[in-house]
Nanobody, 117 residues
Framework: VQLQASGGGLVQAGGSLRLSCRASRSILSTFSAIDFGWYRQTPGKQRELVAG???????NYADSVKGRFTISSDYTKKTVYLQMNSLKPEDTADYYCTGRWRGSDYWGQGTQVTVSS
């Protein structure tokens, strides 16, 4: 499983970004069996789970992003999205997508999100 994250950038507070995580080189049946998550990390802090979506479509969110972020998946594009609205400066971080499949965790490269005040 190879994950490719994209979509980060610089945005003003209150703005929106959509991150994408594409599971390249995965057949559709594999993609549908993966539990995906988005994590973020800032210097000196532990990586934290922002949002997750399991193979059954159930989602979960960190309290700090509930009501502002939405995780979704597009089976046909083998891509998981993180729609981030009403962004705040404290959302600034490197964001990573991850997938768990058959007990193993796979990580994409980080994509940087910077929210200016």
């Amino acid at each position: 499983v190879q994950l490719q994250a994209s979509g980060g950038g610089l945005v003003q507070a209150g703005g929106s970004l959509r991150l994408s995580c594409r599971a390249s080189r995965s057949i559709l049946s594999t993609f549908s069996a993966i539990d995906f998550g988005w994590y973020r990390q800032t210097p000196g802090k532990q990586r934290e789970l922002v949002a997750g979506i399991n193979s059954g479509g159930s989602t979960n969110y960190a309290d700090s992003v509930k009501g502002r972020f939405t995780i979704s998946s597009d089976y046909t594009k083998k891509t998981v999205y993180l729609q981030m609205n009403s962004l705040k400066p404290e959302d600034t971080a490197d964001y990573y997508c991850t997938g768990r499949w058959r007990g193993s965790d796979y990580w994409g490269q980080g994509t940087q999100v910077t929210v200016s005040s």
